[in-house]
């Protein structure tokens, strides 16, 4: 961003789903990323009212999680804890994309890693 800039910056929330509940993971890191896990990276960006998102689903997941279009459903609600507005204003559009545990994608790591 530069200075001067009026844009918002983007928000991250890593949240982890265990015992069909949401929790949200601060000051976040890989060592947080449990294969045992369901986990959700999201991004609200305000300036192109956007949240881009991507739920992660360790090797070894013991949790039944929700899918990914239900996770969409409930950013665009505003249902799952986020610095998102809630409810949502119209016109957000919510990229989902599926990860598997040991095999993130190049766009995964550099979202995951932008939201330290």
């Given at each position: 961003?530069?200075?001067g800039?009026?844009?918002t910056?983007?928000?991250?929330?890593?949240?982890?789903?265990?015992?069909?509940?949401?929790?949200?993971?601060?000051?976040?890191?890989?060592?947080d990323?449990d294969?045992?896990?369901?986990?959700?990276?999201?991004?609200?960006?305000?300036?192109?009212?956007?949240?881009?998102?991507?739920?992660?689903?360790?090797?070894?997941?013991?949790?039944?999680?929700?899918?990914?279009?239900?996770?969409?459903?409930?950013?665009?609600?505003?249902?799952?804890?986020t610095?998102?507005?809630?409810?949502?204003?119209?016109?957000?559009?919510?990229?989902?994309d599926?990860?598997?545990?040991?095999?993130?994608?190049?766009?995964?790591?550099?979202?995951?890693?932008?939201?330290?």
């Open positions: 961003m530069h200075a800039s009026t844009l910056p983007p928000r991250f929330r890593l949240l982890q789903f265990t015992d069909n509940a949401w929790e949200k993971l601060g000051g976040y890191d890989d060592d990323l294969e045992d896990g369901f986990f959700v990276l999201s991004c609200w960006t305000p300036s192109t009212s956007t949240i881009t998102a991507f739920t992660w689903t360790g090797s070894t997941c013991n949790v039944d999680p929700p899918a990914a279009q239900e996770v969409k459903e409930l950013l665009a609600a505003g249902k799952l804890p610095k998102s507005p809630s409810p949502m204003p119209d016109g957000v559009t919510v990229n989902v599926e990860i598997t545990g040991g095999e993130e994608t190049e766009d995964f790591w550099e979202w995951f890693e932008s939201g330290y």
